[in-house]
């Protein structure tokens, strides 16, 4: 009995010191991957025209639990040109999505404009609340060229609770808490719009 329960512990070992070798091994190599996924997201909801900097390399973290929908803290990348913030990119969180949370990012400029919208996690029902995802429909692309104006605040809402918005046939809950987590970040980038710009939390710092 005890024999058999040494090479148990002895299996368990082993396996454990594999995973954590191949994990150790492939990290580079994911890290990498998700940084051009990264990159590729980016450069689509942030015209080359608004900036020369490199986009992933300007993160900077900011801390707003009420606008963001987390207590963590959150990625906000910074587009320049000639060194002047032109717009930036910020990833927030629907923390009620009907299938739990929602993570997207959004890229607005100095004026309040929408540039793009791209959903980076979710867990919604097929073919009813997933519509959120750009590759099931083009529904984050309404909000592409919409400006934010805090004196409009109702425009922001989904038309059944009385805004603009779209709202998916038998999927009222997912558009309406994306577009909740899109109002509360963008009310949030207006009002903070130059302390974000001075952040100086860089995403790589917050790694080491």
């Known amino acids: 009995m005890l024999k058999n329960g040494l090479l148990l512990g002895l299996f368990a070992l082993v396996c454990s010191a594999l995973v954590a070798g191949v994990n150790l091994l492939t990290r580079p190599q994911i890290e990498f991957q998700q940084r051009q996924q990264l990159l590729g997201t980016l450069q689509q909801i942030i015209p080359d025209a608004l900036h020369d900097n490199d986009l992933a390399a300007s993160c900077r973290l900011i801390t707003a639990p009420e606008a963001l929908g987390t207590a963590d803290a959150m990625p906000v990348y910074i587009a320049s040109k000639q060194g002047q913030p032109q717009a930036v990119a910020i990833e927030t969180i629907a923390p009620d999505g009907y299938n739990g949370k929602i ?46 104006d805090p004196n409009q605040m109702k425009s922001w809402f989904v038309k059944k609770d009385g805004g603009e918005i779209d709202q998916f046939t038998g999927a009222t809950i997912t558009p309406r808490a994306y577009t909740k987590a899109l109002r509360n970040t963008l009310s949030y980038f207006v009002s903070h719009k130059a302390q974000i710009y001075t952040s100086k939390t860089s995403c790589e710092a917050s790694k080491s």
């Open 103 to 148: 993570l997207l990012i959004v890229a607005v400029d100095n004026q309040g404009t929408v540039l793009g919208v791209r959903t980076l996690e979710q867990q919604e029902t097929p073919g009813l609340g997933d519509k959120v995802d750009r590759r099931k429909s083009n529904w984050v692309e309404s909000f592409v060229g919409r400006a934010f």
